[in-house]
């Protein structure tokens, strides 16, 4: 259990919850759960009230942009984007028809893949939020330090040999199950910060091998996450050359996220979809911690309103996210106070303990969640891969469950709350695929079997 843990009793809390509603009991069970959002809310309703908006988001995409330069000229593999670090969206026809007959949409609708799987330098979802988070302290830095004049100067200036050794007396802490970890260090030390990772031991080899090739500094921790995490603030907060990443906290993460929406409406267009009151989109987003599907979902309603519908997903083993949305505990709640282990083959969403930064924010806006055995999630990367030749890792796999409960009794009570009923043939779904692209062939090859 976190060293935070607020003591709640687990039986106490377990009993009560089990006679709540049957939601519950599948959720303590460790069956596969749907849970409707009973706390949602119209986005005109809370948009003023949210303490982030439309400026915020802003902010961030400009500041990617006055980096593009300079992300180009260190990684060419962004060349092809001018330096922006953004995926494809592809339509995935035959995966749609394999989950039509799992449960899925059996109608006139289109199925995508958001393929951050794909994203250059991190190879996850990652490389939205946790380089956002990097460049934006590299630069708070340079302008402090006069190595950029401001906003209009020659971004590229970062990649001298001056920039490099001043940054080299900084480090950046993060304390992460794996992706967060690649994407900070692997940004971090491009730069030339210092780069220090917490993890814990159980975090997949390769990714601390990759992390050490790339002259990361990985420090393995016994224990869960929650604990790295804790530790790394620790460390940092008493190095005055330390910058700590913090994944519960974070509005940078967030922020840096929530950029997607945008150039998602744009891909969108591309393919012929509007989203408007006539044509609903549904995006899926797999859940760890909360900032990435947040940040995405805290996007999302900014450029669609109430025309998006976000639904989040969880290993039935470690629904953090899903317990503190749920039971309004947010950060107050474990999924070992619930009686679940918090153990999974899908590491990018093992997490224990949800951010309550998030979760307390985007409580009126995501419309629902649903939980995931990891047996199916292997099942989902296979599937993918024979129907369309596309590799994801299992936990970029888990969105694939909210489309696959389309049809539940759930979800079509909340077409018909929302007027969606006879829409769903003009809709248009989008998973988001969260990472894949580093997983090395050999794990590829076991996964896959
Ligand atoms: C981190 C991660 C997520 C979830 O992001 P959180 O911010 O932790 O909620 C989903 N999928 C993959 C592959 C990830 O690495």
């Given at each position: 259990m976190s060293d935070d843990s607020k003591n709640l009793n687990t039986s106490v809390l377990k009993d009560h919850l089990a006679k709540?509603?049957?939601?519950?009991?599948?959720?303590?069970?460790?069956?596969?759960?749907?849970?409707?959002?009973?706390?949602?809310q119209p986005f005109s309703s809370v948009r003023d009230r949210l303490g982030l908006g439309e400026a915020e988001i802003r902010d961030a995409s400009e500041r990617l942009l006055?980096?593009?330069?300079?992300?180009?000229?260190?990684?060419?593999?962004?060349?092809?984007?001018?330096?922006?670090?953004?995926?494809?969206?592809?339509e995935i026809p035959g995966m749609k028809r394999v989950l039509a007959r799992e449960g899925g949409p059996d109608d006139g609708s289109r199925l995508f893949l958001k393929?951050?799987?794909d994203l250059p330098i991190a190879g996850s979802v990652k490389a939205r939020g946790g380089i956002y988070e990097v460049l934006k302290h590299a630069e708070t830095l340079a302008f402090d330090s006069g190595l950029l004049s401001g906003p209009e100067d020659d971004y590229r200036k970062l990649a001298s040999e001056k920039a490099r050794s001043f940054f080299s007396r900084h480090n950046v802490q993060v304390g992460s199950t794996g992706n967060l970890g690649l994407s900070i260090g692997i940004m971090s030390a491009a730069l030339g910060f210092r780069a220090i990772v917490h993890m814990s031991s159980d975090a997949k080899q390769w990714k601390k091998d990759l992390l050490r090739a790339h002259g990361?500094?990985?420090?393995?921790?016994?224990?869960?996450?929650?604990?790295?995490?804790?530790?790394?603030?620790?460390?940092?907060?008493?190095?005055?050359?330390?910058?700590f990443v913090d994944d519960e906290n974070s509005k940078d993460l967030f922020l840096g996220y929530a950029t997607a929406a945008e150039r998602l409406r744009k891909q969108l267009t591309g393919e012929g979809i509007l989203t408007d009151e006539t044509h609903p989109l549904f995006v899926y987003v797999p859940c760890g911690v909360g900032g990435a599907p947040g940040g995405l979902t805290f996007g999302l309603k900014h450029v669609f309103g109430d025309h998006v519908h976000v639904f989040f997903a969880e290993p039935t083993m470690a629904p953090a996210m899903l317990a503190g949305l749920s039971?309004?505990?947010?950060?107050?709640?474990?999924?070992?106070?619930?009686?679940l282990s918090g153990v999974t083959e899908a590491d990018?969403?093992?997490?224990?303990?949800?951010?309550g930064f998030v979760?307390?924010?985007?409580?009126?806006?995501?419309?629902g969640e649903m939980t995931v055995k990891d047996e199916r999630l292997l099942e989902f990367i296979k599937v993918l891969f024979t129907s369309e030749g596309l590799f994801i890792e299992p936990s970029a796999a888990a969105g694939f469950r909210c489309v696959s409960s389309f049809q539940s009794g759930e979800v079509q009570a909340y077409l018909?709350?929302?007027?969606?009923?006879?829409?769903?043939?003009?809709?248009?779904?989008?998973?988001?695929?969260?990472?894949?692209?580093?997983?090395?062939?050999a794990v590829r090859k076991k996964l896959l079997s």
């Open positions: 709540e509603s049957p939601f519950f009991q599948d959720l303590i069970s460790g069956r596969e759960a749907v849970w409707i959002n009973p706390g949602w006055r980096f593009a330069p300079l992300i180009r000229t260190l990684f060419p593999e962004t060349e092809d984007r001018s330096g922006l670090i953004e995926s494809d969206l592809k393929c951050d799987n990361v500094q990985v420090i393995e921790y016994d224990g869960d996450y929650g604990k790295a995490v804790a530790e790394g603030r620790k460390l940092a907060a008493g190095d005055p050359a330390a910058y039971t309004g505990l947010h950060h107050d709640v474990s999924v070992q106070d619930l009686g990018g969403l093992a997490v224990s303990r949800p951010s979760g307390k924010l985007i409580a009126p806006l995501v419309s018909t709350r929302h007027g969606l009923t006879n829409l769903t043939d003009r809709a248009a779904h989008v998973v988001w695929a969260t990472g894949g692209r580093l997983v090395p062939a």
